[in-house]
Protein backbone atom coordinates (compact mmCIF):
# COMPACT_ATOMS: atom_id res chain seq x y z
CA UNK A 1 0.00 0.00 0.00
CA UNK A 2 1.44 3.29 -1.13
CA UNK A 3 1.62 6.12 1.25
CA UNK A 4 -1.04 9.21 1.57
CA UNK A 5 0.20 11.85 -1.69
CA UNK A 6 1.99 14.45 -0.52
CA UNK A 7 1.38 18.33 -1.38
CA UNK A 8 2.87 19.80 -4.05
CA UNK A 9 4.48 22.72 -1.29
CA UNK A 10 5.67 19.33 0.45
CA UNK A 11 6.92 18.02 -3.45
CA UNK A 12 8.57 21.81 -3.80
CA UNK A 13 10.61 21.39 -0.58
CA UNK A 14 11.51 17.65 -1.00
CA UNK A 15 12.82 19.11 -4.64
CA UNK A 16 14.69 21.56 -3.65
CA UNK A 17 16.60 19.80 -1.23
CA UNK A 18 17.57 17.27 -3.54
CA UNK A 19 18.96 19.76 -5.41
CA UNK A 20 20.67 21.17 -2.59
CA UNK A 21 21.87 17.68 -1.20
CA UNK A 22 22.23 15.47 -4.22
CA UNK A 23 25.54 15.14 -6.07
CA UNK A 24 24.49 13.68 -9.53
CA UNK A 25 22.09 14.03 -11.79
CA UNK A 26 21.02 11.90 -15.08
CA UNK A 27 21.18 14.25 -17.66
CA UNK A 28 19.73 12.99 -20.82
CA UNK A 29 20.23 15.06 -24.28
CA UNK A 30 20.21 14.47 -28.41
CA UNK A 31 21.79 15.05 -31.22
CA UNK A 32 20.95 16.94 -34.32
CA UNK A 33 20.00 13.67 -35.60
CA UNK A 34 17.52 12.80 -32.34
CA UNK A 35 20.25 10.24 -31.57
CA UNK A 36 19.64 10.47 -27.68
CA UNK A 37 22.65 9.88 -25.18
CA UNK A 38 21.60 9.85 -21.33
CA UNK A 39 24.72 9.80 -18.58
CA UNK A 40 25.54 10.25 -14.74
CA UNK A 41 26.86 14.10 -14.35
CA UNK A 42 28.17 15.63 -11.02
CA UNK A 43 26.11 18.97 -10.31
CA UNK A 44 26.12 21.79 -8.29
CA UNK A 45 22.63 24.19 -7.43
CA UNK A 46 23.13 27.49 -6.68
CA UNK A 47 19.21 28.34 -6.29
CA UNK A 48 18.79 28.85 -9.68
CA UNK A 49 20.50 26.69 -11.82
CA UNK A 50 22.69 23.60 -12.02
CA UNK A 51 25.88 23.22 -13.19
CA UNK A 52 27.47 20.39 -14.51
CA UNK A 53 30.94 19.33 -16.62
CA UNK A 54 31.44 17.46 -19.43
CA UNK A 55 34.71 17.46 -22.19
CA UNK A 56 33.42 19.41 -24.35
CA UNK A 57 33.74 16.84 -27.54
CA UNK A 58 31.99 14.20 -25.49
CA UNK A 59 28.04 13.00 -26.89
CA UNK A 60 27.02 15.03 -24.18
CA UNK A 61 29.01 18.02 -24.13
CA UNK A 62 28.14 18.37 -28.63
CA UNK A 63 24.68 17.39 -27.90
CA UNK A 64 24.14 20.62 -25.08
CA UNK A 65 25.94 22.86 -27.24
CA UNK A 66 24.31 21.97 -30.50
CA UNK A 67 20.68 21.80 -28.55
CA UNK A 68 21.03 24.15 -25.61
CA UNK A 69 18.50 22.38 -23.86
CA UNK A 70 18.64 19.26 -21.77
CA UNK A 71 16.07 16.72 -19.87
CA UNK A 72 17.18 15.73 -16.08
CA UNK A 73 16.54 12.92 -13.30
CA UNK A 74 17.28 12.70 -10.05
CA UNK A 75 16.28 10.16 -7.49
CA UNK A 76 14.72 7.02 -8.72
CA UNK A 77 11.30 5.36 -9.63
CA UNK A 78 9.81 5.61 -6.48
CA UNK A 79 10.69 9.23 -5.59
CA UNK A 80 11.78 10.74 -9.20
CA UNK A 81 12.33 14.69 -10.13
CA UNK A 82 12.17 15.23 -13.94
CA UNK A 83 13.10 18.58 -15.05
CA UNK A 84 13.32 20.26 -18.35
CA UNK A 85 16.13 23.23 -18.83
CA UNK A 86 17.64 25.63 -21.16
CA UNK A 87 21.62 24.91 -20.86
CA UNK A 88 24.21 27.74 -20.98
CA UNK A 89 27.52 26.32 -22.29
CA UNK A 90 30.41 28.11 -20.68
CA UNK A 91 34.33 27.87 -21.04
CA UNK A 92 36.07 26.66 -17.47
CA UNK A 93 37.49 29.92 -17.45
CA UNK A 94 34.28 31.75 -17.70
CA UNK A 95 32.75 30.50 -14.44
CA UNK A 96 34.12 32.79 -11.43
CA UNK A 97 36.38 30.92 -9.23
CA UNK A 98 34.73 30.85 -6.42
CA UNK A 99 31.77 29.01 -7.90
CA UNK A 100 34.40 26.47 -9.32
CA UNK A 101 35.89 25.77 -6.20
CA UNK A 102 32.51 24.95 -4.48
CA UNK A 103 31.79 22.91 -7.52
CA UNK A 104 34.77 20.37 -7.04
CA UNK A 105 34.47 20.97 -2.81
CA UNK A 106 30.57 19.29 -2.92
CA UNK A 107 31.26 17.06 -5.95
CA UNK A 108 35.01 15.87 -5.43
CA UNK A 109 35.51 16.31 -8.90
CA UNK A 110 37.58 19.62 -10.86
CA UNK A 111 37.35 19.29 -14.47
CA UNK A 112 39.58 22.74 -14.31
CA UNK A 113 42.49 20.15 -13.17
CA UNK A 114 42.16 17.89 -16.08
CA UNK A 115 44.37 18.08 -19.29
CA UNK A 116 41.05 17.01 -21.40
CA UNK A 117 39.05 19.94 -22.94
CA UNK A 118 35.88 20.63 -20.47
CA UNK A 119 33.22 23.01 -20.39
CA UNK A 120 30.67 24.09 -17.97
CA UNK A 121 26.67 23.48 -18.72
CA UNK A 122 24.66 25.67 -16.38
CA UNK A 123 21.01 24.12 -16.72
CA UNK A 124 18.01 26.42 -15.92
CA UNK A 125 15.08 24.66 -15.44
CA UNK A 126 11.83 25.52 -17.12
CA UNK A 127 9.86 22.75 -15.63
CA UNK A 128 9.92 20.16 -13.06
CA UNK A 129 7.51 17.51 -12.17
CA UNK A 130 7.60 15.39 -9.24
CA UNK A 131 6.33 12.47 -7.66
CA UNK A 132 6.72 8.88 -5.64
CA UNK A 133 3.64 6.43 -7.18
CA UNK A 134 0.65 6.80 -9.19
CA UNK A 135 -0.79 8.78 -6.37
CA UNK A 136 1.04 11.77 -6.92
CA UNK A 137 0.52 11.65 -10.96
CA UNK A 138 -1.96 14.33 -10.34
CA UNK A 139 -0.16 17.96 -9.53
CA UNK A 140 3.14 16.61 -10.12
CA UNK A 141 3.99 19.57 -12.30
CA UNK A 142 5.51 22.01 -9.79
CA UNK A 143 7.50 24.45 -12.24
CA UNK A 144 6.53 25.69 -15.54
CA UNK A 145 8.52 28.11 -17.67
CA UNK A 146 10.92 28.97 -15.05
CA UNK A 147 8.37 29.91 -12.48
CA UNK A 148 7.35 27.96 -9.46
CA UNK A 149 3.94 27.14 -9.39
CA UNK A 150 3.72 26.28 -5.43
Known amino acids: M ?11 R ?13 VASAS ?3 APH ?14 AATPAESPTGRNLAATRTARLALGHTRDVVMMEGDVEVLDLDAVPLQRGDRFATRTGFDPRSLSTP ?16 ENE ?11 WLV
Do not use: K, N
Not at 4 to 12: E, G, N, Y
Not at 14 to 26: A, M, S
Open 2 to 12: SAQPRSRARRR
Open 14 to 26: DTEHRLTHDIDVW
Open 32 to 34: ADG
Open 38 to 51: LVPLSFDWDGEALL
Open 118 to 133: YRWFRITPRRIQAWRE
Open 137 to 147: LAGRELMRDGR
